[in-house]
């Protein structure tokens, strides 16, 4: 390949490929935009035997025209592309992004190597923003379409019919792609329906403007008389079904395309079309077969996974009802054989009361409603011996039906164990905490009668005797002495009289409940500046008596909290027996504190206080609810039933 310069080009004289050269080879502007041309330069490639010519030149600054005539193979298309990236360093500034607009006018075909090297120079290359191609013969556009499809995806990438069409597409590509800081240079605008098209006294025999009638071919195919057309059709079929037998589509690639096929300007161009089609389909063919490696890979992993993980898994088919699959530790959990468990329907295994859930469940699924992703069941192995699991779901959808679930079982058999004793722990304790609060009670009242029978009795005689020994003083300073004396026994008297309340208030056994609730109110008043209301409805009377003790003394309690920690100025009591419940509520307008974290206060009663309330209200099968907020007062709600 030989060199030459003039008009600022480089020339390549040696023409391997018939035809005229590319019409920007001789021309100094574009007859369509008015940008000048510059640079054309051009290679022919070293393989005498398959023709190949490959032209360029700059238009403006930054378009490529690109035109390649003959077949190329993959070693001529590595000599192209690397004489193409040494025109384009040389020639453009490559960071303002080019724009291509080649002819496929004399594109006789590639290899399939050389077509995969071909697409990935231009798409490898960040600074190509778009591409035109023009004058591509029909068949050529299945290569056009699948390497769009395959390689380029929503790319710039163009085909039209003329290079006429292709100078817009290309200046509005790189209008959408403008350059900071630097001027472009303003096209001339050329009415491309004029019939003056061409600047005068300027012959260009393939103008950029015009395809020409005839396309010109490498080989002329004389048709012959209509009596040998048969021979010649079948001579062409022949040709191509012994090249599509010779495919082998169990490996890449093509046979081998014999020269003389692949000049016939006819012939040449179905076998060309054909390999591209094949080489699209040995890329889409390995993708796929490296993703079920891929796949195929994860599979296995997974299927591994499953199989020799600790927690049960298994799959729930909700189309068929029945466990579609299950690994060996869920196996394990049942204690049945695979072919007992896979096939079968989950109801077998279960309890009445499980099935009675599961059924539950499975119409708010399918009533288009959420469910929770946790849920225990009970499960009967083959022996028979029950056991609780604790299954967590993943439900996958399809058309908006529930299709499959893949469930991850745990079993919580011991832990249900565990927690069925701490329940009956629980009520036990809960039974002797009544008891004892009973035997407190008797202990109190026992207590408060020996107070009452023994030491006021004695303190009251003890004041009697002292008024009678007083009577027998005539002396002022004894008299005035035993005075003091005296009014200690009253005081202590009084203050007996009070402990035997708190201990055990008489009113509640001997008058009732409401007559001790009201006592207790006016007590509290007494004792502390606060305004203690209550309120009754419904019959209190026949309130059984454990219940009456329990609420009196758990009033007693938020009342001494209100007063003590919240600094109430009002409280009010409200009891209502109504719907065979007892219901006491406790109000106060104290300092109060955060219901949701009473943890977060620590001078707040919430520790034995409310606790021990709240068990004794919860083993009389009743229920505490507390409302508060800081700076917002407390209310407490009781509630019992009384059957």
Not at 174 to 197: C, F, G, H, M, W
Not at 364 to 382: D, H, K, M, T
Not at 445 to 464: N, W
Request: proline share 5%; hydrophobic share 40%.
């Amino acid at each position: 390949m030989g060199d030459s310069k003039g008009n600022g080009r480089q020339m390549d004289k040696t023409y391997a490929v018939k035809g005229k050269p590319a019409w920007f080879m001789n021309a100094e502007q574009c007859l369509i935009s008015g940008l000048p041309i510059v640079q054309a330069a051009s290679m022919t490639g070293s393989n005498p035997e398959i023709p190949y010519r490959g032209e360029m030149a700059r238009m403006g600054d930054r378009i490529y025209l690109l035109k390649a005539s003959g077949f190329v193979t993959a070693s001529q298309m590595t000599e192209a592309l690397a004489f193409a990236e040494d025109f384009i360093r040389k020639t453009f500034d490559t960071s303002s992004g080019l724009v291509v607009i080649e002819d496929y006018s004399h594109v006789k075909g590639a290899d399939m190597a050389a077509r995969k090297q071909y697409f990935e120079f231009f798409r490898k290359r960040e600074f190509f923003i778009g591409g035109v191609l023009h004058n591509m013969k029909r068949l050529l556009k299945i290569s056009f379409n699948l390497a769009r499809r395959f390689h380029f995806s929503s790319d710039q990438i163009y085909a039209v019919a003329t290079y006429a069409q292709a100078v817009p597409i290309a200046l509005k590509i790189l209008q959408e792609y403008p350059v900071p800081a630097r001027r472009i240079p303003v096209p001339r605008r050329v009415d491309p329906t004029s019939k003056n098209r061409f600047l005068p006294g300027k012959a260009i025999a393939e103008g950029p403007d015009r395809r020409p009638e005839k396309q010109p071919s490498d080989r002329v195919v004389h048709m012959p008389p209509e009596a040998s057309k048969v021979n010649t059709l079948k001579a062409y079929a022949d040709a191509l079904l012994e090249y599509i037998a010779a495919i082998d589509w169990e490996k890449d690639g093509c046979p081998t395309i014999d020269p003389a096929v692949a000049a016939d300007p006819h012939l040449g161009e179905v076998v060309n079309a054909i390999s591209m089609i094949k080489m699209e389909i040995d890329t889409l063919l390995q993708e796929r077969m490296a993703a079920e490696k891929i796949l195929a890979a994860s599979e296995k992993m997974f299927r591994r996974l499953v199989e020799h993980a600790h927690a049960g898994i298994f799959t729930y088919d909700y189309t068929s009802g029945t466990i579609i699959r299950a690994n060996d530790a869920f196996l394990s959990i049942l204690g049945r054989e695979r072919d007992a468990v896979v096939g079968r329907s989950p109801l077998d295994f279960m309890t009445p009361e499980s099935r009675a859930l599961f059924q539950e469940r499975l119409a708010v699924l399918f009533g288009g409603n959420p469910i929770s992703r946790e849920v225990e069941y009970q499960l009967a192995g083959e022996n028979g011996q029950v056991k609780w699991l604790l299954l967590n779901t993943h439900i996958s959808y399809r058309n908006g039906k529930p299709d499959i679930v893949d469930v991850i079982v745990t079993d919580i058999s011991y832990l249900k164990q565990i927690e069925m004793e701490l329940l009956k722990y629980q009520i036990k304790l809960k039974g002797l905490s009544i008891k004892l609060s009973m035997t407190e009670e008797a202990q109190r009242r026992e207590l408060a009668s020996q107070l009452h029978d023994r030491v006021s009795q004695e303190l009251f005689v003890a004041q009697l005797q002292l008024a009678a020994f007083e009577k027998t003083l005539n002396d002022p300073e004894q008299i005035q002495a035993l005075g003091g004396i005296k009014d200690q026994i009253v005081s202590v008297i009084r203050e007996t009289k009070s402990l035997m309340f708190d201990l055990s208030p008489p009113v509640l056994y001997d008058l009732g409940f409401k007559e001790a609730m009201e006592s207790l109110a006016a007590l509290t008043e007494a004792r502390h500046p606060l305004k203690v209301s209550t309120a009754f409805s419904g019959e209190m009377d026949q309130v059984d008596e454990g219940i009456k003790i329990i609420y009196y003394r758990s009033i007693k309690e938020l009342i001494h909290n209100a007063v003590k920690h919240g600094a109430a100025a009002n409280i009010e009591v409200r009891i209502t027996n109504v719907g065979n419940r007892l219901i006491a509520e406790v109000a106060d307008d104290g300092a109060g504190f955060d219901a949701r974290d009473p943890a977060g206060r620590p001078d707040v009663p919430i520790s034995y206080g409310l606790f021990d309330i709240k068990e004794k209200i919860s083993h009389l099968g009743g229920s505490l609810d507390i409302w508060s907020s800081p700076d917002a007062g407390t209310q407490v709600r009781m509630t019992v039933p009384l059957s």
